[in-house]
């Protein structure tokens, strides 16, 4: 039984990589018949911590994917870009809905980038509220992207 962490995460960059990995569930299934005993809920965290976000296919499918760039501020409007990302704004907050799984990197990205304007971020698996500093609009600071 293999067991360590970071040798399972990158088990999960070579499936995701390699291999049209849709669904948690998917990735379970596919560590598992290598050699792994994880559990969706191990999967999940490993997702999150790993940033993986979830991309559209041809087919108007998704599949998870690894952001290909090491620039936070390119992560970010590759996330804001992806089909199914809707943002809204009032006063000095934006909402952002995105693919399930993109939360998290969406964060992770908006706080690398390190904005004068961001007050804080809060997320789940599928969304991320940005709250502004108060003299900031959040329709102006989306005007950016």
Partial sequence: MKQSKVER??????????????????LVAALNATGWQVTQATISRDISEMQLIKVPQNDGSFRYAIMESDSSLDQLKAILNETGTKVATQNNLVFIDVLPGSGPALKTAIMAVDFQEVFGTMSDDASVLIILKTDVQGETFMQQF
Avoid: K
């Fill in 9 to 26: 995460q990158e088990a999960i960059r070579e499936l995701v990589e390699t291999a049209d990995i849709r669904r948690q569930e998917d």
